[in-house]
């Protein structure tokens, strides 16, 4: 069975500029997940989508932070302008039912 | 937002040692999981713990989630190189199984042959 696949896997940009991050979850899973991963930290949870709807973007900086999942299949997580502070993993998870399946991560580096 | 601490934050043992590795909250979660997470790839669930109390085993990993759900722990007996990794603690604040989760900041865990 393939797993959830995230490109690219690494991305350096300056501040200011604008990155995407794409999600292929596994297939059938209904929910997906974008969670940001600071150096030393554990994943913080930053939107959770149920088919194309949003069931909880609380933690997501909207400001500068979007994420869509038109076709209820694939999503894309944008940040734009990219700040410092921004610099983590972006990990995607997809699940069916309790358990969530993490894909490999986007490393992310913004100087 | 409820929060998940997680000790010791680092843990570097010989090969064949016993560790304890805690995750503690002053909240209620309905379920805690536990991850391993290795460098460059994303957490993999280990086990979920659902009823206060309940005690998991996973060969040489034991888990134990407190009797009033707001601890959990994980006790690995002879610790193998293998067992390298940053585990994390994970937590569901109501049921059900699809909420995103709590993570603590979790324990990097080193082993020395």
């Known amino acids: 069975e393939a797993g959830v696949a995230q490109s690219p896997r690494y991305k350096i940009i300056e501040k200011r500029q604008s990155v995407a991050f794409w999600c292929n979850p596994i297939?059938?899973?209904?929910?997906l997940y974008w969670y940001q991963q600071i150096l030393g930290q554990g994943p913080k949870l930053l939107i959770q989508?149920?088919?194309?709807?949003?069931?909880?973007d609380s933690q997501l900086p909207k400001d500068r932070f979007s994420a869509e999942r038109l076709k209820g299949v694939d999503s894309t997580l944008k940040i734009q302008p990219a700040k410092l502070e921004d610099s983590a993993v972006y990990l995607c998870?997809?699940?069916?039912?309790?358990?969530?399946?993490f894909g490999p991560g986007t490393r992310l580096t913004v100087t | 937002t409820q929060l998940l601490e997680q000790s010791p934050q680092f843990l570097s043992i010989q090969e064949g040692e016993n560790l304890t590795v805690y995750c503690n909250s002053s909240?209620?979660?309905?379920?805690l999981q536990w991850y391993r997470q290795e460098p460059g790839e994303g957490p993999v669930l280990l086990v979920t713990?659902?009823?206060?109390?309940e005690v998991k085993k996973l060969k040489r990993l034991t888990f134990q989630f407190g009797d009033a759900r707001k601890d959990s722990s994980l006790h690995i007996t002879a610790a193998q190189p293998g067992d390298t990794g940053l585990y994390l603690c994970?937590?569901?604040?109501?049921?059900?199984?699809?909420?995103?989760?709590?993570f603590g900041k979790g324990t990097h865990l080193i082993i020395q042959p």
């Open positions: 994970a937590g569901e604040e109501s049921g059900g199984g699809a909420d995103g989760l709590t």
């Open positions: 713990v659902v009823t206060g109390g």
């Open positions: 998870a997809s699940s069916l039912a309790e358990k969530q399946y």
């Open positions: 909240s209620v979660f309905s379920s």
């Open positions: 297939s059938g899973h209904a929910t």
């Open positions: 989508f149920q088919n194309n709807g949003v069931v909880d």
